[in-house]
């Protein structure tokens, strides 16, 4: 699974402009849906007919990755999504 969670360790992080504002529309859509930005990245995916492959080491990781399916992404944070790529 993508790890977008701004706690995760990552040896080498790079931010670039893009990427800072991928994450701020990411961030925001995690707020006005209520979801994790794990959840909100699936969602995304699955609403472009996207059936990702989700690695996880616990219970509650599979448990967040299969709430994705219920998170409502609307046409206006779809395309918000991919105007920020």
Known sequence: MVTCAPTSPSPRRTTTRGTSRVLGVLDEITVETGATRNQVVLAWLLR???RPIVGVSS??????????VDVPLGD???ARLAAAR
């Not at 219970?59 to 994705?68: G, P, S, T």
């Open 76 to 78: 206006g944070q779809l």
């Open 48 to 50: 472009q007919g996207i």
């Open 59 to 68: 219970l509650a990781q599979l448990d967040e990755a299969v709430d994705a």
